[in-house]
């Protein structure tokens, strides 16, 4: 099971938001981030617990590994106020997400 | 440029069937696994089928297990997920989604399926 934490984040444009995502067990950095916007698919942005995948912005960072993890968005931009899902591939089937966090604009 | 196009979705009766497709492009389809994801109104997102490159191996979620069939044609770079006995808990987007090393990179914009009498 993935857990994140909190289910709302609000925010002002250009400040630092920290999201968390919590393993009911060891995942090593086998953890994913997703950005999902209104209407769109997920996008992915950050794999192996802190890559970024290609075209994803710097201010987009992931950290932890086996039950802890953590997306920082350094500055936020207005572009980046929308849902976020972190997802586990070490044990699968099932591929799992957590629940998403959602961040608004304070 | 990798592409990943759904297809089929509807509104469909409670026990009905409905067919979806997901045509790819930009990438070698039959050297990767594909997996399907879906997403209810204002819920989060649930994998529900994944099928592998060749001589496909199979795995489905317990909520679809018996009742959907994923399966590929690598000539066509296609994945199909076909869909039996729909409930009203099936309505949701559905999504095709391209996995590299376990990561599921690329996804496709989704289709729409509803289950309604």
């Known amino acids: 099971v993935m857990t994140q934490s909190p289910d709302i984040l609000s925010v002002s444009p250009g400040e630092r938001a920290t999201l968390s995502c919590r393993a009911s067990q060891n995942v090593f950095t086998n953890l994913a981030w997703y950005q999902q916007k209104p209407g769109q698919a997920p996008r992915l942005l950050i794999y192996g617990a802190s890559t970024r995948a290609s075209t994803i912005p710097a201010r987009f960072s992931g950290s932890g590994s086996g039950t802890e993890f953590t997306l920082t968005i350094s500055s936020l931009q207005s572009e980046d106020f929308a849902l976020y899902y972190c997802l586990q591939y070490n044990n699968w089937p099932p591929w799992t997400f957590g629940q998403g966090t959602k961040v608004e604009i304070k | 440029e990798v592409q990943v196009v759904e297809s089929g979705g509807g509104l469909v009766q409670p026990g009905g069937s409905l067919r979806l497709s997901c045509v790819t492009s930009?990438?070698?389809?039959?050297?990767?696994?594909m997996n399907w994801v879906r997403q209810a109104p204002g819920k989060g997102l649930e994998w529900i089928a994944f099928i592998s490159s060749s001589s496909p191996t199979v795995y489905y979620a317990d909520s679809v297990n018996g009742r959907f069939t994923i399966s590929r044609d690598n000539v066509k770079n296609s994945v199909y997920l076909q869909m039996n006995s729909l409930r009203a808990e099936d309505t949701a987007v559905y999504y095709c989604?391209?996995?590299?090393?376990?990561?599921?990179?690329?996804w496709g914009q989704g289709t729409r399926v509803a289950v309604s009498s």
């Open positions: 989604v391209r996995i590299s090393g376990r990561v599921l990179d690329y």
């Open positions: 930009g990438f070698a389809f039959n050297t990767y696994s």
